[in-house]
């Protein structure tokens, strides 16, 4: 159970976070019943359900195709707008990355800064 609270209000903090990754209708399936898509958002849920300032995400659109990939980018920024939530995302997507409002790039092993 989340830290702190009893089974009653836990479920119904679950069930608001999920609601918000637009999960509402699948809240009774287990892990196995949902798409890769739905998997990473209750990853993403699983994350937000104690309301960090910080998410760290590695490769948060990598094992998913391009349109579920836009979708949890686009979710990832919407969360960032409307949650005041910092996020630092290992990605290889460029078009995830180009959704971040700053972006701090690796390559051949030295950093490369753009638009910060």
Known sequence: LIARLNRKEATK????????????????????????????????????????????????????DMATGEEIADLLVKLNEEEDLTLVIATHNQSLAKKMSSQVEILDGRIKQSGL
């Open 13 to 64: 903090m679950a069930e608001r976070i999920l609601s918000k990754m637009g999960l509402e209708k699948r809240l009774k399936h287990r892990i196995g019943e949902l798409s890769g898509g739905e998997q990473q958002r209750v990853a993403i849920a699983r994350a937000l359900i104690m309301k960090p300032k910080l998410l760290l995400a590695d490769e948060p659109t990598g094992n998913l």
